[in-house]
């Protein structure tokens, strides 16, 4: 057992979940900012060490949410509403698996030029992701509600700067489709990277909606 491990075993119960949810935040924002960093500097030849280590991310991820889980099998009390421990849990492992099923792809279709959109969706969430670590957090006090509030509205307008590059970027590769397969490759990546940015929105709005219950 590690002494991470040991020191939120001999804590309260019901505190150990802001713990877990604030390593859990901490672990979307080292994959976001991977996964830019490796857009950024990467090519074909560095593909698969990107992907080796974004899968470990995600691996410590699916540990997060697991030990999440158990805990709450294991507590009577917790110190948030067990759905919005349960969704955060999720909705954070989720923004990882996204990133790490990008990165997959780039391997998989041998990516040779990375697009630009994505460079922007990209770096739009590791942003995002910056003020979830925030947002999370902040849980455990919610001691400054309009900072937090704040901190919600700008993930939602990074969301939405997000949804204007990937409408932008669906545009320009169908303007011209000279390459249709490269076409398909492109359109599934976008998706997903959009969806991350969901996800991080998700996650806002969840904390938004349990400081209103709590605070």
Do not use: C
């Amino acid at each position: 057992m590690s002494l991470n491990s040991l020191m939120r075993w001999l804590k309260p119960r019901e505190m150990v979940f802001f713990d877990l949810l604030e390593e859990a935040a901490a672990n979307v924002l080292a994959s976001a900012q991977l996964f830019d960093r490796g857009l950024r500097t990467g090519s074909p030849s560095t593909w698969a060490d990107l992907r080796r280590e974004m899968k470990e991310l995600e691996h410590k991820g699916d540990e997060f949410t697991h030990e999440i889980m158990d805990r709450l099998n294991q507590t009577f009390v917790t110190p948030l509403e067990r759905e919005d421990i349960m969704e955060l849990a999720h909705a954070l492992d989720d923004v990882v698996d996204k990133l790490d099923s990008v990165t997959e792809r780039f391997v998989l279709y041998r990516i040779e030029t990375v697009m630009p959109a994505a460079l922007e969706l990209s770096n739009l969430a590791m942003e995002g992701a910056q003020e979830l670590v925030h947002l999370i957090n902040s849980l455990r006090t919610m001691s400054d509600v309009k900072d937090i509030r704040r901190r919600i509205r700008h993930v939602h307008a990074l969301e939405n700067q997000a949804d204007s590059v990937f409408h932008a970027a669906l545009a320009q590769i169908f303007e011209d489709p000279k390459d249709p397969i490269a076409l398909i490759k492109w359109k599934e990546i976008f998706d997903i990277i959009e969806e991350a940015t969901d996800d991080i929105k998700l996650v806002a709005q969840v904390v938004g909606s349990t400081v209103m219950r709590n605070a």
